[in-house]
């Protein structure tokens, strides 16, 4: 680096500055621009009074007008290279010095912000033997916390070249009270990297990483948007070919010395994700160690529940079963992650993320519960293993939902397990229109294997939901269906409860099922007699309470021609 003025440096600078009235400042010695600027200040060099602001401006333009070893030398405490150093009388005194070299920091090309601080880091003498480096604190400072980061990157670069200040700059920028964004850090790790300077990304990275591992996340969203603060969001959308962080978090964990920091900062990194793809989030689910993953874990679960659910959820959708079964071993000697254990089991059973192949085959499921044995699980494991298989009814076929409540071995659990079967049923056959013969299966099934109480949770679940917002428009004629399939495959005691169970419930039942219901009964493929159907109508519609109602649905069997049943509803108030 020279001593160069303006727009002579290397890689240009801003133009020669107006020095209309000034252009003395430009030619003058050092000493007599010193003095001429105090006279200036003190209204001693002319009538019109003492004139700060013009001293100041007059700092500004021999800031970006004069040679960096000029500057150098006018400074209060410069000892320059090159020449003698100048009288204190004829440098500037410690306020106009910091000013005059942070215009020149600010305001000239980066390259000679490099070369000022480099010179006068050397002139402080580097810090060595406990001196302070005041005036290079202030330049560095500047450059770092103000000029954009393709400047600092040039900035970075030219003193590594002279061996000037960079590990001073890093620590600056990356400090919390710097001011710079996660963004202005992920822009300066990419450009750092273009620059030729991959150990100072490192450590850039690195530093960034430790500040938020000491001071938690350094977002300010009072000020900017969210996304920009995000340190996850903003590498992924710099350079999203690549996999800046999880890089970086795998080399860390293989460090012993640098996984219970890893674990942390990894957590805190996730903890501060806003709007940005979760890429974090699904490498410590789907790569990392089930160690890794409980303890990362165990730091969001009270901060961030959600991102311990997602990074469960991948986590959960790992083929091999030794792995799952160790993830769940782990899990559940967690003391914060234990009460979730039957959430992770869920999400294995769905096979994780979005169970886009699940649910897994019972098969599967099986071979789980041996390697859970093998590996010396807790009972407790596979007591909810099977739990999490027989509730998962998406997917699953209803023969199979019987033969997964039979591998339920309490008979309490079994309880509330049929009679969440049950509601989940209810919601897919009633809500989402699944075929009506998974219901009918499962009965069926449950029925074979004396599981009368099942039996009776599922029936009346079905006639009645306990959730609301399971019967839409048509669920009777659904019923109705599913009734005359029992009937058909012998079921007709089955069939004959869930109608009656269907029919009296005034609350729920309007006329149009009641003859949506009969419709049905009536046609060719019902087994169901002439005489029970009848006798099903007065035990049923025939002793509701509303008066109003009970005749509607007489009038409007009528209407479609269904008098035998008309006339039931109306003998029954005999």
């Not at 990419?190 to 938020?212: F, N, V, Y």
């Not at 699944?434 to 599922?458: C, I, K, Q």
């Amino acid at each position: 680096m020279s001593g160069s003025l303006p727009g002579e440096a290397a890689g240009g600078g801003p133009e020669r500055p107006s020095t209309l009235g000034y252009g003395w400042v430009t030619t003058c010695s050092i000493e007599s621009f010193v003095r001429r600027m105090q006279a200036i200040r003190l209204g001693a060099a002319n009538d019109d009074g003492a004139q700060p602001a013009t001293a100041i401006r007059l700092l500004h333009v021999f800031a970006v007008s004069r040679s960096i070893d000029d500057l150098l030398t006018a400074a209060s405490t410069s000892m320059p290279a090159a020449g003698p150093a100048l009288p204190a009388r004829d440098r500037l005194n410690y306020w106009d010095s910091v000013n005059m070299l942070a215009t020149a920091a600010l305001c000239r090309s980066a390259e000679q912000a490099a070369e000022l601080a480099c010179k006068q880091w050397e002139a402080e003498g580097r810090g060595a033997a406990g001196r302070g480096t005041p005036l290079t604190d202030g330049i560095v400072h500047d450059v770092a916390c103000q000029r954009t980061a393709p400047d600092v990157a040039v900035f970075v670069r030219e003193c590594r070249r002279a061996q000037g200040p960079v590990d001073k700059t890093l620590r600056v920028f990356t400090r919390p009270s710097s001011g710079r964004t996660n963004l202005d850090k992920a822009l300066l790790y990419i450009l750092l990297r273009d620059q030729g300077c991959d150990p100072e990304a490192g450590k850039l990275l690195l530093q960034t990483l430790s500040t938020i591992d000491r001071h938690g996340s350094t977002q300010a969203a009072d000020t900017d948007p969210a996304e920009f603060h995000d340190l996850v969001g903003a590498l992924y959308q710099l350079s999203p070919a690549e996999q800046i962080l999880e890089n970086w978090v795998d080399a860390q964990l293989a460090d012993p010395e640098q996984v219970i920091t890893t674990r942390r900062i990894v957590a805190r990194l996730i903890a501060s994700e806003t709007g940005s793809p979760d890429t974090l989030v699904e490498h410590v689910g789907a790569r990392l160690s089930r160690h890794d993953i409980v303890e990362i874990c165990g730091q969001l679960a009270t901060e961030r529940p959600e991102k311990c659910d997602e990074i469960r959820r991948h986590a959960a959708a790992r083929s091999s079963n030794d792995e799952l079964a160790e993830l769940v071993i782990a899990w559940h000697r967690s003391q914060i992650l234990t009460r979730t254990t039957k959430d992770l089991l869920a999400d294995v059973v769905a096979a994780g993320v979005g169970g886009a192949t699940g649910p897994r085959p019972r098969s599967r499921v099986a071979d789980l519960d041996k390697v859970l044995a093998n590996f010396n699980a807790e009972a407790e494991c596979r007591r909810l293993l099977w739990i999490a298989a027989a509730e998962q009814v998406e997917g699953r076929s209803g023969i199979e939902l019987a033969e997964l409540l039979g591998r339920v071995e309490r008979t309490s659990d079994r309880y509330r397990v049929a009679r969440r079967t049950a509601g989940k049923l209810t919601a897919h056959v009633l809500g989402d229109g699944a075929d009506p013969a998974l219901f009918v299966d499962y009965v069926t099934r449950l029925r074979v294997d004396g599981r009368s109480d099942a039996v009776f949770l599922a029936l009346k679940e079905l006639a009645d939901p306990s959730d609301p917002g399971s019967w839409s428009e048509g669920s009777a004629l659904v019923i109705a269906e599913i009734a005359v399939r029992l009937y058909a495959r012998d079921a007709g005691r089955d069939g004959w409860d869930l109608l009656e169970r269907c029919l009296e419930n005034e609350q729920r039942i309007s006329h149009q099922d009641v003859a949506a219901v009969v419709a049905r009964l009536r046609e060719p493929d019902s087994t169901l007699p002439a005489d029970r159907r009848l006798f099903l109508l007065r035990a049923t519609v025939g002793r509701w309470a509303d008066t109003h109602a009970r005749e509607n649905a007489v009038e409007l069997l009528r209407e479609k021609g269904y008098d035998p049943e008309a006339a039931e509803v109306v003998r029954s108030l005999r």
